[in-house]
Nanobody, 117 residues
Framework: VQLVESGGGLVQAGGSLRLSCAAS????????MGWYRQAPGKQRELVAA????????NYADSVKGRFTISGDNAKNTMYLQMNSLKPEDTAVYYC???????????WGQGTQVTVSS
């Protein structure tokens, strides 16, 4: 499984961005996917996750009501719509996929999101 993120950038506080994660390879093996982020000097943390059919979603408390995770199975792409962005949302955002068998985790290269105050 290969994952490629896009959509990061610089935005002012209160603005919006949409991140995309395009999956390729053995996408049929994916059980669930998610978005993580890592700010400088901090540990990587879960932002949002969903199962392969989108029936289950989970969000970090810090982004509930502002971020929405979704997917398009026909395009093998996952999205993260981020609204009402805050400076504390500044981080490198990573796409993650975990397989059914073995629970193997795959990661994208990351995309930088910077929110200015």
């Amino acid at each position: 499984v290969q994952l490629v993120e896009s959509g990061g950038g610089l935005v002012q506080a209160g603005g919006s961005l949409r991140l995309s994660c395009a999956a390729s390879g053995s996408t049929f093996s994916i059980n669930h996917m998610g978005w993580y982020r890592q700010a400088p000097g901090k540990q990587r943390e879960l932002v949002a996750a969903m199962d392969s059919d989108g029936g289950y979603t989970n969000y970090a408390d810090s982004v509930k009501g502002r971020f929405t995770i979704s997917g398009d199975n026909a395009k093998n792409t996952m999205y993260l719509q981020m609204n009402s962005l805050k400076p504390e949302d500044t981080a490198v955002y990573y796409c993650n996929a975990v397989t059914w068998a073995g629970g193997y985790a795959y990661w994208g290269q990351g995309t930088q999101v910077t929110v200015s105050s």
